[in-house]
């Protein structure tokens, strides 16, 4: 499975952004697609995850109630859409496909075995 996510750019506080991750190859119901996040000498944080079929959303506490994680199974995609955006939201933003996951571990970066290129979001204050 090869990632592709795009959509990042330079906003502003309070503005949204959308970012977008094509998988490019038909994926399983079972797995789960998640966003992480990163910035300069830290380590991956969860950001949202959810299971093609039958599960979730998950989101961090961070993001939740800002951030929606949409799936669009037809297209093989999942959409982030980020609103009221925040200084701290800026980071390296990566999506992530893991299978077989159970959701107690949705969270955790190593339990995903494919990964895309990151996408970088900047907000400024």
């Known amino acids: 499975v090869q990632l592709q996510a795009s959509g990042g750019g330079l906003v502003q506080a309070g503005d949204s952004l959308r970012l977008s991750c094509t998988a490019s190859?038909?994926?399983?119901?079972?797995?789960?697609m998640a966003w992480f996040r990163q910035t300069p000498g830290k380590e991956y944080e969860f950001v949202a995850a959810?299971?093609?079929?039958?599960?979730?959303?998950s989101y961090s506490d961070s993001v939740k109630g800002r951030f929606t994680i949409i799936k669009d199974n037809a297209k093989n995609m999942v959409l982030l859409q980020m609103n009221t955006l925040r200084p701290e939201d800026t980071a390296v933003y990566y999506c992530?496909?893991?299978?077989?996951?159970?959701?107690?571990?949705?969270?955790?970066?190593?339990?995903?075995?494919?990964w895309g290129r990151g996408t970088l979001v900047t907000v400024s204050s």
């Open positions: 190859v038909y994926s399983s119901n079972s797995d789960v």
């Open positions: 959810t299971r093609r079929s039958g599960g979730g959303p």
């Open positions: 992530a496909v893991g299978r077989r996951l159970i959701l107690s571990s949705w969270a955790s970066p190593d339990k995903y075995q494919y």
